[in-house]
C-alpha cells in the first residue's frame, strides 16, 4: 500500500476510534499512544519495502560483480549488450586513445572554474553590449559545474572490440552555451540533398528504386567522425551559416567575430576527467557536447558538396548519408569502386573512409537490410550478430505505458521498413517471440 493511503487510513479509523471511545467514556489517551506505535512502525515499513524482480541469486551476482574491484562494466556501443571488461584492459585502451598528441593532452588541474570564468566574461561583455537580453544571459550563465567525465562503450561488432570514447558533458561549464549554439546552428543549417535523416526516410527512398546487373550496393563509414572533425573548419562553416542567414532575418545582434569567441569557447579546448587524471581535447567534436551532431553534419555536408561530389560525379549512380554512414550505388567492377574509395580518402587529411561491399544480394545499413531481387530492392529489419534481443522486461518495475510503447516502436518499426508483406510477417514473428522471451504475456 502507498504509506500516503495507509496514513490517511489510520487518521480516518483514529477518529471513528475516539468518537466510539468518547461515547464509552474509555481512556482515550493510552489508546492513542498505542495505536500511535503501532501505526508508526506499518508506516515505516511500507516506506522501506522493496518489490524485488530479481531472486536472491541474481541479487547476489549483481552485488559480487559490482564488489569486484578487477572488473568494469559498461555498455555495448549497439545491440543492448551489458560487456563486462578487466579494468587494466579497458584502462590500456583508455590510455591508448588519449596518447593522441594531435587530439588531446594532459593537465595538471581541473579547470572547470577558469571555464566557467572565461564564459562568464564573455556573456557580460554581450549582456551590457546589449547583444544579448537579460533571459538569454540569466540562462547562459554558468556557476557550480563540475569537469566532464570520460567514459567509453564498447565496439562489440568490430574486430578487437574498439573503444567508443564519450564526454559526459551534461553539467559542463559550457554546456548551456553548447545547447544555445547548437539551436542556433539548427535554425540556419542548409538542407543537404544526400541526407537522410533516420532509416525510415532510407527505406522510403530504397522501395522506389531500381538497380542494374552491372551496379553494385555498396556502403561507406567514416572513421572516428567527431574526434576527426577540424573544429576551426567546422566552427568556421557554422559561424558563416549563422552570419548568412541573420543577414536575412536579423535574429541575433552578436557579431560574426563574437560568434566565433561563443563557438571557440563551447568547442575548442574542452577539459575532462578520466578517473583521477585530468585531459583538454584540443581538436576534433567532444561526443556528448550538444553541438557535436550538428557541427559534424554542418562539416559533412560542406565536405560531399566541395570535395566528394566532383570526386564521384558521374562515377556513382545513388549517395545516401546519414552523420558517418554512407549507402551507395556504383557501375563498376571492384576495382573501379576501390578506385573511388582512394579517391574519397584523398579529399580531406582527417576524414577516411572504410568500405562493404554487397554479399549474397545484400547490404545492411543502419537497421535495414536491402536485398536485390532482379532490378528491384526489398527492405527489412537489420540486426547485428551482436544483438542481444534484450528490451524492457514485462515484470520491470517501470510503468505499463512504457511497455506498451515498446510494442508499438518495434511494430511501427516493422511496418515501415519491411517493404512487403511476406517480410513483415517474419519480422512480425520475430518480434512475438522475443516479446515472449523479455517475459511479454502470449496474448
Known amino acids: ?50 518489490i524485488y524482480n530479481l531472486s536472491i541469486d541474481e541479487i547476489k551476482a549483481l552485488k559480487e560483480l559490482k564488489e569486484d574491484r578487477s572488473i ?33 593532452c594532459p593537465v595538471k588541474n581541473d579547470e572547470s572554474a577558469n571555464d566557467e570564468n572565461l564564459i562568464n566574461r564573455r556573456l557580460a561583455q554581450l549582456k551590457k553590449d546589449k547583444k544579448i537580453s537579460d533571459k538569454e544571459y540569466n540562462y547562459l550563465f554558468t556557476s557550480g559545474s563540475s569537469i566532464p567525465v570520460l567514459y567509453c562503450t564498447v565496439k562489440v561488432h568490430k574486430k578487437n572490440f574498439p573503444l567508443k570514447p564519450i564526454i559526459s558533458m551534461c553539467n559542463a561549464p559550457n554546456y548551456r552555451l553548447a545547447v544555445y549554439l547548437a539551436n542556433m546552428l539548427k535554425n540556419c543549417k542548409e538542407k543537404s540533398p544526400s541526407y537522410v535523416k533516420d532509416s525510415f526516410q532510407f527505406a522510403d527512398i530504397i522501395k522506389k528504386m531500381n538497380i542494374q546487373k552491372n551496379e553494385n550496393m555498396i556502403s561507406f563509414d567514416v572513421q ?106 556504383i557501375k563498376g567492377n571492384k576495382n573501379e569502386t576501390l578506385k573511388i574509395l582512394n579517391d574519397i580518402n584523398n579529399v580531406h587529411d582527417n576524414i577516411k573512409f572504410t568500405i562493404e561491399f554487397e554479399q549474397d544480394n545484400c547490404i545492411p545499413f543502419l537497421d535495414v537490410k536491402i536485398k536485390r531481387t532482379g532490378n528491384k530492392l526489398e527492405t527489412s529489419i537489420y540486426r547485428k550478430e551482436t544483438n542481444t534481443n534484450l528490451y524492457l522486461k514485462w515484470d520491470s518495475c517501470l510503468p505499463r505505458y512504457q511497455k506498451l510503447g515498446l510494442i ?17 510477417n517474419e519480422e512480425m514473428k520475430h518480434i512475438k517471440e522475443v516479446l515472449n522471451q523479455n517475459g511479454y504475456p502470449k496474448q
Open 72 to 104: 568494469i562494466i559498461l555498455r555495448a556501443d549497439k545491440g543492448n549488450a551489458v560487456v563486462i571488461m578487466n579494468k587494466l584492459d579497458y584502462m590500456n585502451k583508455v590510455k591508448e586513445l588519449l596518447e593522441d598528441q594531435n587530439k588531446f
Open 224 to 329: 572516428s567522425l567527431y574526434p576527426n572533425v577540424p573544429t576551426e573548419e567546422a566552427i568556421k562553416l557554422a559561424v558563416d551559416l549563422i552570419w548568412k542567414k541573420n543577414k536575412e532575418r536579423k535574429s541575433t545582434k552578436i557579431t560574426k567575430n563574437e560568434l566565433f569567441i561563443l563557438f571557440n569557447l563551447a568547442v575548442t579546448n574542452v577539459h575532462f576527467r578520466f578517473f583521477s587524471q585530468f585531459f583538454r581535447q584540443s581538436d576534433g567534436v567532444a561526443m556528448g557536447s550538444p553541438l557535436a551532431p550538428i557541427l559534424a553534419d554542418v562539416f559533412m555536408n560542406n565536405l560531399e558538396k566541395e570535395k566528394i561530389q566532383p570526386v564521384i560525379k558521374d562515377k556513382v549512380i545513388q549517395w545516401i548519408r546519414y552523420v558517418d554512414d554512407v549507402f551507395a550505388i
Open 408 to 424: 508499438s516502436s518495434l511494430v511501427t518499426r516493422a511496418c515501415r521498413i519491411c517493404s512487403n508483406d511476406e517480410i513483415l
Open 1 to 50: 500500500m502507498n504509506p500516503l493511503n495507509l496514513q490517511t487510513e489510520i487518521e480516518y479509523n483514529i477518529y471513528l476510534l475516539k468518537k466510539q471511545a468518547d461515547e464509552k467514556k474509555i481512556d482515550w489517551g493510552k489508546i492513542r499512544e498505542d495505536i500511535k506505535i503501532v501505526a508508526h512502525e506499518y508506516i515505516k515499513k511500507a516506506k522501506t519495502k522493496y
